[in-house]
């Protein structure tokens, strides 16, 4: 049971950072750059930090 909260959290994660790369291309296609850009860096950070806690939660 330990492990499964890190494990569903990081998947949540990293699946829902999907979302926001799929937003990222609509802005692009609205030509809306810097959101884009601010959308962009997000999803990178969401998709680290699921990485990391499926790292932490599979290495145990």
């Known amino acids: 049971m330990r492990r499964v909260l890190p494990e569903a959290l990081g998947t949540v994660l990293v699946l829902g950072s999907l ?11 609205r030509r809306d750059y810097v959101a884009a ?6 999803g990178f950070a969401v998709v ?9 939660s599979l290495a145990e």
């Open 48 to 56: 680290r930090s699921g990485v990391e806690l499926l790292r932490s």
């Open 37 to 42: 850009i601010l959308i962009m860096f997000v």
């Open 19 to 29: 979302g926001l790369f799929y937003q990222c291309v609509v802005y692009l296609q």
